[in-house]
């Protein structure tokens, strides 16, 4: 298990106790390995997060942590979490420190993967605790990614199991600009979907006020898609269509003879010059958003099978340990 958390002292208490719980049942159950164990990343915490992780790693092995050098967000602070322990795991499982998520969901995640499923994504099935501005505005903002292009599952968050071969593909992405709920179905794995209900937070406050909120959804629209920057050229177009006809119509005017001197040419150049700017502005832009993806140079493919001599085999990476 992988968990990220900043200033999280009130609730990681109550969240290691039953996360360990949780454990200790499959364990029992048989379904998940005694080497299991919950890793806490510690994201530039400034209360006693690090210290209270510590300590719980004295008391018991099974917590383990990871200690980043300071506060790089959410998303950054689980993908340090899942790349460490990529190749130590057959599957790691990602939650939030605050139990939102919920913990018995992780039965059904793992009854998924046994099934063969190589990604599970826990999906609310209710939004009742979150307020309506809340529900609202999520939800409307993933029907806007989808609107945009990215791929998205709807009321995902980042809780989801994924495989060692899930976690390796996810290592190849480069990319500074992360935001994982957009990249992990793109890796085109045998995914799966386990509902649960979201609750209240378990303690603390959120760290995800109105503004963070804002600047993550900013975020997740212009790491994975150009369409903004089209949505300039076609704003450009129009425009230039637009001074056509103000052309025509002033035309008509002055030849009725309904016009002062200087009028026809001033709104006619105001109209075209308007356009043109912005379809050169949508070219330039085209050029940067290709740019923009191509820096990110993401990986192009994943060989998931290869037939051929058994020495030769590209698929090394993919420990087939199940
Ligand atoms: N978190 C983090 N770094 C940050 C902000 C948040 O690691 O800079 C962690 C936080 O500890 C929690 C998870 O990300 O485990 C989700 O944050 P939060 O519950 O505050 O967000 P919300 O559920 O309100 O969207
Ligand atoms: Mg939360």
């Known amino acids: 298990m992988v968990i990220p ?16 719980e949780k ?18 990343v510690n994201d530039g915490s400034k209360d006693r997060t690090w210290e209270l992780i510590e ?4 008391q018991d092995p099974i917590f383990q942590g990871i200690k980043l050098s300071r506060n790089k967000g959410h998303q950054n602070a689980l993908f340090a979490g899942l790349m460490t322990v990529k190749d ?33 994504f826990g999906v609310r099935s ?8 809340k529900r609202f505005t999520a939800e409307g903002y993933y029907h806007l990614m989808n609107k945009m292009g990215a791929d998205i599952v709807f009321n995902h968050a980042d809780f989801r199991l994924m495989d060692s071969r899930a976690l390796d593909y996810l290592s190849d992405y480069s990319e500074v600009n992360l935001f994982l709920r957009g990249i992990v179905p793109m890796l085109g794995l045998k995914t799966d979907i386990v509902y649960y209900e979201r609750s209240e937070r378990f303690a603390g406050e959120s760290k995800y006020p109105l503004f963070k909120m804002l ?36 035309l008509v005017r002055y030849f009725t003879g309904h016009t002062i001197p200087g009028w026809t040419t001033t709104v006619l150049s105001v109209w075209a010059i308007g356009g043109l700017t912005m379809i050169s502005l949508g070219v330039i832009g085209e050029y940067i958003g290709k740019i923009y993806l191509e820096t990110k140079s993401r990986p192009r493919y994943f060989i998931s099978e290869y037939l051929g001599d058994a020495d030769t085999d590209v698929c090394l990476r993919d420990r087939q340990k199940r």
């Open 23 to 40: 454990l200790q049942s499959l364990i029992a159950a048989g379904k998940i390995s005694v080497d299991s164990r919950i890793v806490f």
């Open 88 to 120: 130590i795991c057959d599957m790691a499982i990602s939650m939030d420190a605050d139990l939102q998520d919920d913990i018995d969901a992780i039965d059904g995640m793992i009854d998924s993967y046994h099934e063969g499923s190589e990604i599970v």
């Open 5 to 20: 958390c900043y200033n999280e002292e009130e609730v990681l208490p109550e969240t290691s106790k039953r996360l360990k």
């Open 215 to 250: 600047q993550f959804a900013f975020e997740g629209i212009t790491s994975l898609s150009t369409r903004p920057i089209r949505i300039i050229s076609e704003l450009g177009v129009f425009i230039f269509f637009v001074s056509v006809v103000v052309l025509i119509y002033s």
């Open 126 to 133: 209710a939004r009742k605790t979150d307020t309506f501005f």
């Open 55 to 58: 300590e719980l790693h004295n």
